[in-house]
């Protein structure tokens, strides 16, 4: 069993739609990390929590510390947000455990 | 504002060939630095990494080593190269803080 847990792995989903992707974490973390990586490759940094709850946009992360789980939520959905999700769960200041990744899809 | 450069972006070399990808980072000063791997189809690896000039830390054993000649550059190396190195290496930034890691853009490795 991996440290960290992602769900689902694929995700296929009509514009507009409210997206949900989930983050479960057996280890013990400073940090969560959620990641967006491109179908080129390269990964943008989208949040970084400790607590609570965080907004940028149309994203939204939560976590929740003592249930060891995080989700990333999309309003709106457009296809533009196809991607891979990746969390990552910081343990200390410099190790990142990583996710599998969500391949999430939006049709138009 | 801070950036992130690599390359190449992507390299095919035979079994057996050197290897050396490089990373530097621009905007900002003693920035800790990492490398990952992504091998096809799987989650990334965190392969090394280093908060200071000459200090490196290595996360796995494997073939490949790296180097940090200077506060911001960070050097992936390899004397041979197996069919296994094929993925995409990423270099990322971070200053330690609740900002998080930021990503370099990759290099694509093909081992043939």
């Known amino acids: 069993k991996n440290e960290v847990e992602q769900s689902p792995q694929n995700l296929t989903a009509q514009e507009g739609e409210f997206i949900t992707i989930n983050c479960s974490y057996s280890?013990?973390?400073?940090?969560l990390h959620w990641l967006q990586q491109h179908p080129g490759g390269g990964i943008v940094s989208l949040f970084m929590?400790?607590?609570g709850k965080k907004k940028h946009g149309r994203l939204i992360a939560t976590i929740n510390i003592q249930e060891k789980h995080s989700s990333l939520h999309i309003t709106a959905s457009h296809p533009r947000d196809s991607a891979v999700y990746i969390c990552a769960a910081f343990q200390g200041a410099q190790k990142l455990v990583f996710g599998q990744g969500t391949r999430l899809t939006i049709n138009p | 504002s801070q950036t992130i450069h690599q390359w190449p972006a992507t390299l095919v070399q035979p079994v057996g060939s050197p290897l050396s990808l490089e990373c530097t980072v621009e905007g900002t000063s003693n920035p800790n630095l990492y490398w990952y791997r992504q091998a096809a189809g799987r989650g990334l690896q965190l392969l090394f990494y280093s908060v200071g000039i000459g200090q490196i830390s290595s996360e796995v054993p494997q073939n490949l080593s790296a180097s940090r000649p200077q506060d911001r550059q960070f050097i992936l190396s390899s004397k041979k190269l197996l069919l296994s190195d094929s993925g995409f290496y990423l270099c990322?930034?971070?200053?330690?803080?609740?900002?998080?890691?930021?990503f370099g853009p990759g290099t694509r490795l093909t081992v043939l």
């Open positions: 990322a930034w971070s200053r330690g803080g609740p900002e998080g890691q930021f």
């Open positions: 280890v013990g973390i400073s940090a």
């Open positions: 929590l400790s607590s």
